[in-house]
């Protein structure tokens, strides 16, 4: 066996134990599977090329696949990716951005090099993701989902990039969609009883355990509490009109804007569907109110990038009820917090509508 060869056996292995590990994943991961599947073809495919300048280039990605057997984070993964490029590409600058919510253009820059030099602060190339012709761009992608961007321009303005540097920004985009998905995989697998597989936020268990919770906190500390319910106003229609995959793009926008927007304390969970559960422990009404208002001007920003077309925007209804106002029991706030939401939606959503005093049950009074 030549040296290449064991190094393709050795990438080989990696992947295969890269699918032991996709095989622990419920039905519903079954995509991913498929995808690191193609993965390996790839890999396949550049095994046929026998060009020996290419060991090198081998060896590199040989050392990337064995590192993604160990937990990594998307942090370090893309670092990972940055150093193998600045070895294999010395003559070009570049960037590796990840985006958070499979949404383009990922704006943020994780991991970049200049020459053979890894940069500590990927920001210091002060790039965007905007138009330039010098700049070679690839997504990132795995599991049919948009992951990020692999960027660079050679070093000298005005070189074209060679046949060699393009094949191996090729190798290092699928590597980068390998090593992201595989973190997006580890993610699900430790957090999968709490947690929505699509958008990663917690499941409407989880929310309303904590709200059980908290709620019993704040009546015991004499505090507040709010609880938002969020709806996205005729997602059936954004799903008939631009497709499924758009409608899942969506989900997982909206729920980054959710992580980005509250506070690590407050839980923003997936109700169902395309609805969201807020638990805002210490939150009094008013404020509530105010942050619902802020999210749903920040969500008239946030448009899917699919298949080169920028998507339109979308609008969301919501319904506010806090303790100690509206109810004193979880289920009641619940029911508050939904006939508020019910009430936005008559009124032809985009709008925030607040509860109102739920009566005594029977058994209460
Ligand atoms: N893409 C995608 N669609 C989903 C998901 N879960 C639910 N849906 C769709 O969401 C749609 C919800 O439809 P409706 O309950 O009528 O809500 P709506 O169209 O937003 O109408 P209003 O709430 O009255 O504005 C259905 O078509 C579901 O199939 C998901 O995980 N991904």
Redesign the pocket.
Known sequence: MTTDQSKLEAINQALRAQRQLVRQLDDQQASLERQLQGLTGDSAGWAADTDPALGHVLEAFHALLGSLTESLSQGDAAQLLARCAAELLPDTTGAIFVDQAGVEPANRAIAAWRGAELLTDPNALHYECTEDQAAHRLNIEAQGLYLGVVELRPLSPGRALRAREQQTLQMLASAAGLALATHTLRYRLRHRNVRDP?TGLFNRRYAEDTLERELHRAQRHQLPLSVVLI??????????RH??????R??QAMSDLLQHSFRGSDICARA???RFLLVLPEAAIRDAIERANDLRRELAKVRVHLRGLHLPAMTV?MGVAGYPEHADSSDDLMAAADAALQLA?HSG?NTCALAEKVPLSPHNE
Do not use: I, P, T, V
């Open positions: 699509l709806d996205l106003d005729r997602f059936e229609a954004y799903n008939q497709g499924q995959n758009a409608g899942d969506m989900l169902a569907g395309q209804s939606k959503g």
